[in-house]
Structure formats: C-alpha cells, structure tokens
Nanobody, 123 residues
C-alpha cells in the first residue's frame, strides 16, 4: 500500500523558514514526478511546486524565489524548503506523487496524496 507521509509543518513568524518532508513507502518514486500543493481555509487546493522524474522543477509564481523543492531518491523522500515565509503562506500542505515522470501543476495529474501538514505563519 502506497503511503506519503508529510512532516515538518508548524508555527513560524513571518520571515522565518520551514522545511517540509514527504516520505514515500509502498513503492519507489525515484523516476516519478512529485509535487506539493496547499489549501487554506475556504480556498481551493493550489499548486506550490513540483519536481519531475528527471529533476526539472516548477514553482507557482507566489513562491518562486522563496521555496525550493528537492528530492533524495535513496530515501524515497521529497522536500520543500520554505524561506521568507509570509502570513499568506498559511495553509495545509500536501505531498503528491504521480505514476508518471511528468507531474506539473494540475492536481488531477497526481495519483497518490498524503494527509497534509499544517503551516501557520504569524505576522
């Protein structure tokens, strides 16, 4: 059974940093695209960042230059380094895995989802 487990969320002041981790189990995703999405209360889930099976990264305009997605294939883990956090970054953050190497910014492209980790940025 495939599981994606996020960790690293928490409460941080504006301008601070957090690193989210997503550990996959049940299958190997080293050649698959992985992504991060977020959902704030009352809003739709939105794309944050993705990394393709060959390491190409894509970011939402709102996080470009502040967030970095990376992966550690031997650990079957993907990370999201978040710097210069803003109150508008407050949301539940979800890890997603695609059965293909492509991924991208559309949530329906992803086949597996984690349960989410909460990030709260205070002003």
């Amino acid at each position: 059974q495939v599981q994606l487990r996020e960790s690293g969320g928490g409460l941080v002041q504006a301008g601070g940093s957090l690193r989210l981790s997503c550990a996959a189990s049940g299958r190997t995703f080293t050649r698959n695209a992985m992504g991060w999405f977020r959902q704030a209360p009352g809003r739709e889930r939105e794309f944050v960042a993705s990394i393709s099976g060959i390491g190409i990264t894509t970011y939402a305009d709102s996080v470009k230059g502040r967030f970095t997605i990376s992966r550690d294939n031997p650990k079957n883990t993907v990370y999201l380094q978040m710097n210069s956090l803003k109150p508008e970054d407050t949301a539940a953050y979800y890890c997603a895995a695609d059965s293909s190497p492509f991924g991208g910014s559309y949530s329906r492209a992803y086949d597996y989802w984690g349960q989410g980790t909460q990030v709260t940025v205070s002003s």
